[in-house]
């Protein structure tokens, strides 16, 4: 347990302390981060980065203080301390920055796999040049890969608490992405496929090269549809792109600022039966697991809505605390820089019984989106959307041509009421997975 990073971050507690804080929480971030391009069978870029740093928040009367530094001599840490008491002192008072007191085990977790940092460099970039070299074989149509790439993390976090709190845990993450154009006349068409995990073994990249390939190919020749209601099959990354949406929306901190669609609203009916979905920050292979959060809160499977029921929302300390209770474990760091936001961690709508094929068979018009322009624009307080998207038209249950230009409008609440099938294809893009949803019915406006 007793690593060199703990026993720095417990010497900051105890300065903090002796200086005056009535509490104080170290954390501190070690990382490692690869990132390889290939073009044309070459290197194009390889960025190696390393990046650690300690953050301290200090609390006194409820005023807190945070500061950061890269510098772990006995002076910077005599620096951070004094710079995070100073900013304390000038911040408004607030009851409810507390530090969590955490008496219960961590899981534990399968996250660090070594084979990421035992595989060679040499290794890697083959991997990169396997995905392309795999999309261009697989249609001459395949025109430019627009980047070919493989990408691996190491992290190390400790977190040390004067309420006695010592965690520590190493986690690694591996992925390759592939994005390419394929071409034919006048016509190119974008595709892309990508597979980020905990697992170096679990890295295809001829499967990731195929699909990417395949994607761009088969929308060849899209043209608009006329403006009608239909239904819609949202492939698997769409889905989860609709979980961004989401996301703030499900956060308690959203609710008690009265910006949440959501508020007011548990225990009554959200969704379609069909829909249930996850916040897990322990899930089994998941890329944002870990055993703690940000705070050093033990991760948990969060239930936010099941059978299309609202069952709860997503805490870190400060939201629980507001409303006496836990935190969920979602008080999430984009780094040691800031201070524990309520974010997501495997983020994801639990897959149905119904295969993707099964799903498509039963639709007699509707488009099979694969697509979609704008979602940033969309309005997560509202809920609204409105979106450019293209895909596959479906007709009598079968494929039949490819659609462009298409625009799909609406409201995320009427979406998720509207889910009539839950494909059991569940696949994760990072942090966010979904399966294979089907909405009975929204309007679709074409040329």
Known sequence: MHNKYVTIAQNTVQKAKAAGAAMAEAYLLSSKDLAIEVRNGEVETMKLAEDRGLGLRVINDGRVGFAYTTEFSAGGLDQVVHRALANGAITEPDKFYILPEITEKYPE????????????????????????????????????????????????????????????????????????????????????????GLKFAELDPASIGKKAAERAVRMLGAKSVKSQRAAVVLDPYIAASFLGLLAPALSGEAVQKGRSLFAGKIGQKVASDLVSIVDDGRLPGGIASAPFDGEGVPTSETILIEGGLLQGFLYNTYAAAKEGIRSTGNGVRGSFKGTPEVGTTNFFFRPGQTSPQQIIKEVKNGLYVTEVMGMHTANPISGDFSLGASGIWIENGEFSKPVRGAAIAGNIMELLGSVDAVGNDLEFFGGKGAPTLRVASMSLSGS
């Open 109 to 196: 977790l399968d996250i660090c796999d070594p084979a990421i940092r035992a595989a060679t460099v040499e290794h890697k970039i083959s991997m990169a040049v396997e995905m392309e070299n795999t999309a261009k074989t697989y249609d001459k149509r395949v025109k430019v890969i627009e980047s070919s790439s493989y990408q691996d993390a190491e992290v190390e976090v400790s977190i040390v608490n004067s309420l006695g709190m010592q965690a520590h845990y190493q986690g690694a993450y591996c992925g390759i992405y592939l994005s390419l154009v394929a071409g034919e006349g006048e016509d190119s068409q974008t595709g892309f496929a990508m597979k980020y």
